[in-house]
């Protein structure tokens, strides 16, 4: 009986849709169509509240809890940081864009499946989640094709974390930890790719624009 109680539950909850993202701002007009979005509100807010968490805090020295998911998600953003040295960069002309880098973003595209099932329900990864979170993570990481990295990047990195909390494998008593870090380990991370691998900063506006790597940090 319970666990047919359980299965009637089960039934009843509504049934979450998920897909592969795809770019949709393409214009001024679908920018303002975006930020009236439900979308948009989610995720300014979920940014303000990690702001507010996070005051008076310090990477060294602060109390938090690390949940068993942000552990999950440091070791592998550490794996990912190994692989750096296992890819090192190619002798090539340019002095930007080393080719090693889509070899290192492949690898982590390839990882990623089994990455995402480690942190999801079997609910969650009969319904698709590991796919849609999947481009998040992966786009977070820089540009395959124009081997470049910049705000828009970074801004991925943080939708997958508010995508992961939306659906509740993380929670709010995970915010401290996810800034000091996850967000940490992703941005040490990142910066370590843009100095071995000399990622383009992406849209660059030349010496007059500071904000071409990083923005949300």
């Not at 299965?7 to 007009?29: A, E």
């Not at 997958?160 to 800034?179: K, N, R, Y």
């Amino acid at each position: 009986q319970q666990q047919q109680h359980q299965q009637q539950n089960k039934s009843k909850r509504p049934q979450r849709k998920f897909m592969v993202p795809v770019k949709r701002i393409k214009s001024p007009m679908l920018m303002a169509q975006w930020q009236r979005s439900h979308a948009y509100q989610t995720l300014a807010v979920f940014i303000l509240q990690l702001n507010e968490d996070i005051k008076g805090g310090k990477t060294q020295g602060f109390t938090r809890t690390v949940s068993p998911v942000v552990r999950k998600i440091k070791e592998h953003l550490a794996l990912a940081k190994q692989w750096i040295t296992d890819i090192p960069p190619v002798k090539q002309p340019m002095r930007f864009g080393n080719k090693s880098f889509r070899t290192w973003h492949a690898r982590v595209a390839e990882a990623s499946e089994a990455f995402h099932k480690s942190l999801l329900s079997e609910e969650l990864i009969e319904q698709g989640a590991a796919t849609e979170l999947g481009l998040y993570w992966t786009e977070s990481f820089g540009s395959l094709q124009r081997i470049d990295y910049g705000t828009g990047h970074e801004l991925c990195f943080v939708t997958w974390m508010c995508c992961l909390e939306q659906i509740g494998v993380l929670t709010a008593d995970d915010h401290v930890s996810m800034i000091l870090d996850v967000f940490n380990d992703y941005l040490l991370l990142m910066r370590e790719l843009q100095t071995v691998y000399w990622l383009e900063p992406a849209g660059s506006k030349g010496s007059q624009s500071s904000l071409s790597l990083f923005l949300v940090s």
